[in-house]
């Protein structure tokens, strides 16, 4: 765990999809040897709406201090935001369901039959 300041952040609108993408760039140093880093947090993806990364966006000014959580193994891998989100299992969640809602009909159709 490192702290350091924001280099840079954009707001970007992607015009091939209908989606808000947050472009945070940072600088940190492990064992004096320098890192860029640019993951918000693992299985980060674009917002269909603005608003959301607004408030994302407030909370990493260019200029602020944060703390950089980096692999003591890998220091190139890190990430601002440690720990699970609900983005990067938002489709494995969905995954999950439909295979309950296919074997709930499927078992319901053996018993029929």
């Known amino acids: 765990m490192v702290s350091f300041k924001i280099e840079k952040d954009n707001l970007v609108k992607r015009y091939e999809l209908p989606n808000y993408n947050l472009k945070i760039e ?5 064992n004096e040897k320098k890192y860029n880093g640019d993951n918000i947090y693992f299985g980060y993806k674009p917002s269909k709406f603005s608003f959301v990364l607004e408030k994302k966006r407030g909370q990493y000014d260019v200029g602020n ?49």
């Open 65 to 113: 201090i944060v703390i950089v959580f980096y692999d003591p193994l890998n220091p190139e891998i890190s990430v601002i935001e440690p720990g699970i989100h609900f983005q990067t299992l938002e489709y494995p969640l969905i995954g999950i369901l439909l295979m309950l809602m296919f074997i709930y009909n499927l078992l319901k159709l053996l018993k029929k039959g």
């Open 26 to 30: 940072y600088n940190y140093s492990v």
